[in-house]
Every structure is written in C-alpha cells, then in structure tokens.
C-alpha cells in the first residue's frame, strides 16, 4: 500500500506561481512512477504532467512550458511547479503513483488550487 499526502495548494492571482508536494510511504519510492492530474469542478480529471523512474518527464500541452515535474527519491517526493498561473488552471491537483513492481496505483487525496482573475 502506497500512502501520498499532497500539499502546497492555495489561492494565488493570475500570474502568480505555486509548487506542489507530494510525499509518498509504503514502498520504495525510487520504484514509483509518478504523475500529477487536475479534476476542474464539473469536468473530468486529466493528466498534467509525468516522471518515470528514471526522472524522464512528459507533459500535456496546457502545461507545456509553465509547468515543470521534478522528483526528490531521498525525500520520497515529487513536485510540480506551476508558473504563469491562469484561472482556468483552478482544479483540484492529485498525486498518482503507479509502482513498476505491482499491478496496482495509488492516489491522493487532492490538493485545491485556485487562481483568481
């Protein structure tokens, strides 16, 4: 069982900037593929952004260029920072993990980000 505790959302202006953390436990993070999605109020959740084992990284357009994955396997956690905020960004942001060694993934409970216009 893979545990993730987001944080680090909040209410920021148009432009502004914020950094996501998620801290996982449970298994050995270094195994971990890791990925953020967003969930806007009445939409579907969607993929943001993802960091593989090996720390390669891909990312959906709207966060192309504004948003960047990184990954910390000593801290056993991966962030998101997001630059050049837009109100559109506002959605809750969850973690997701999806362990290479086990045919199971994991999530967050969320963290609420809301851009102001």
């Known amino acids: 069982q893979v545990q993730l505790v987001e944080s680090g959302g909040g209410l920021v202006q148009t432009g502004g900037s914020l950094r996501l953390s998620c801290e996982a436990s449970g298994n050995t993070f270094s195994h971990n593929a890791m990925a953020w999605h967003r969930q806007a109020p009445g939409k579907q959740r969607e993929l943001v952004a993802t960091?593989?084992?090996?720390?390669?990284?891909t990312y959906v357009d709207f966060a192309n260029g504004r948003f960047t994955i990184s990954r910390d396997n000593a801290k056993n956690t991966v962030y998101l920072q997001m630059n050049s905020l837009k109100p559109e960004d506002t959605a809750v942001y969850y973690c997701?993990?999806?362990?290479?060694?086990?045919?199971?993934?994991?999530w967050g409970q969320g963290t609420q980000v809301t851009v102001s216009s």
């Open positions: 960091i593989s084992t090996g720390g390669t990284t």
């Open positions: 997701h993990a999806q362990p290479t060694n086990i045919p199971y993934d994991f």
